[in-house]
Structures are given as structure tokens and as C-alpha cells.
């Protein structure tokens, strides 16, 4: 079955440290990655998706389908990055499957 | 883009009663989804609200238990029926596709 798994309820990190959220998922076929976020008292939103290959606010996610990943890595936390982060799968139709969701709080 | 605007943004509720949460978007929109997000769970996946037809309903989820409504392409109201407190939640009101989806501000609803 296709399932999404952070392991991690809550990472803490220090401010300037390099931070790495954790995504595995169990998916059969060629899958679409995203990664959302949600700040305090805002609503979720997209961070970025695999396919886009890009870089936003510092955060990057390698698809690794051999070790079906999809890690999310910030070489320099910032405090403003603290939020709940959640790795979410798509079969490239509307359909996602999410993750429980990672907070990240980065300490002053 | 799209901005979705989703009310009551939390409700208290009596076992027995219904709720209805309401979602607008500002712009027309092809699939709007509902989500429910229950203390500590991922964000699963309802149903989706078709404009001018039956909404799809996913496993374990009912129609008699969450009637949709999608009267347009801009708008959409799910219904919480007959409420226990299990169904105590997030509920979240979507639109989008395959490429990204954008979020209400969600419902909190708690039942006593």
C-alpha cells in the first residue's frame, strides 16, 4: 500500500545548523514528491516538488528511488524556518497521500 | 493561484447535531478536495467535490455521514452529520490538481 513516513514528530535544531527532515514512502509506480509547510497561524502551503528541482527559501529534496527518500535539507536553519512540515506523495493525479508531519522548531 | 476562504474557522458541537463548513474560492477551480485531519494523523483525504455531480468518496468515508455539496466551480460546502466526538477534527477544504494543491485555513471542530 502507498504510505508516506516522517519518522520524526519533532526535530529541534539550533539556528545556523544544518537541518534534515526525514521522508520515506512506499509507492510501486513513478510517484510525485512535494514537500508543504505550514508557519504559525497560517495555512498549508506548497514548499517545493521534486519534478520543479529547484531550491526555495534555502531548502532543497532529492528524490533517492533507490532508497525511496525524499529528505529535506537546509544547510543554515534560520529561526523563521521553524513550522510543520509535512512530505506528501502523488500517483500524478490528484490524489496525495500525506505524511503525520515534522515540526521543526530552530533555537535561537 | 488560488485563495480559499473556509468558515467556521472552529465550532463546538453537540453529539447528534451537524455542521456544515463552508469553502470558497476565488477563482474557478476543476477538483476541490476535503481533508480530515484528526490529533496527531496525517491529512486523509475525504472526499472530492464534483462540480454538478455526486462527490467521490474515499475508503471509509460515506455520503450520508459527510454530504458535499458543489453547486459551482468556486464553491463547496461539506456537511458533518450526526456527530460523535470522533469526529472531533481539522477539517480542511482543497482545490487543485496534480501539481499542487492549495489549503483552506482550516475548520477546527470539537464534539461534546
Known amino acids: 500500500a502507498q504510505r508516506v513516513t516522517q519518522p520524526e514528530k519533532l526535530l529541534s535544531v539550533f539556528k545556523g545548523a544544518p537541518v534534515e527532515l526525514k521522508c520515506n514512502y512506499s509507492?510501486?509506480?513513478?510517484?510525485?514528491l512535494f514537500w508543504y509547510v505550514q508557519y504559525s497561524r497560517q495555512r498549508l502551503q506548497l514548499l517545493l516538488r521534486?519534478?520543479s528541482r529547484e531550491s526555495i527559501k534555502g531548502f532543497t529534496a532529492d528524490l533517492n528511488k533507490g532508497e525511496t527518500s525524499f529528505h529535506l535539507k537546509k544547510p543554515f536553519a534560520q529561526e523563521e524556518d521553524s513550522a510543520m512540515y509535512y512530505c506528501?506523495?502523488?500517483?500524478?493525479?490528484?490524489?496525495?497521500?500525506f505524511g503525520t508531519g515534522t515540526r521543526l522548531k530552530v533555537l535561537a | 493561484s488560488a485563495v480559499i476562504s473556509q468558515k467556521p474557522s472552529r465550532d463546538i458541537c453537540q453529539r447528534g447535531t451537524s455542521l456544515t463548513i463552508q469553502c470558497q474560492v476565488d477563482?474557478?477551480?476543476?477538483?476541490m478536495f476535503w481533508y480530515r485531519q484528526q490529533p496527531g494523523q496525517s491529512l486523509t483525504l475525504i472526499a472530492t467535490?464534483?462540480?454538478?455531480?455526486?462527490?467521490?468518496?474515499e475508503s471509509g468515508f460515506v455520503i450520508d455521514k459527510f454530504p458535499i455539496s458543489r453547486p459551482n466551480l468556486t464553491f463547496s460546502t461539506l456537511t458533518v452529520s450526526n456527530m460523535s466526538p470522533e469526529d472531533s477534527s481539522i477539517y480542511l477544504c482543497?482545490?487543485?490538481?496534480?501539481?499542487?494543491?492549495?489549503f483552506g485555513s482550516g475548520t477546527q471542530l470539537s464534539v461534546l
Open positions: 482543497s482545490a487543485g490538481g496534480s501539481e499542487k494543491l492549495f
Open positions: 509507492y510501486s509506480g513513478s510517484p510525485e
Open positions: 521534486h519534478i
Open positions: 506528501a506523495l502523488s500517483e500524478g493525479t490528484y490524489k496525495y497521500i
Open positions: 477563482s474557478q477551480v476543476t477538483m
Open positions: 467535490a464534483n462540480q454538478g455531480s455526486e462527490a467521490t468518496y
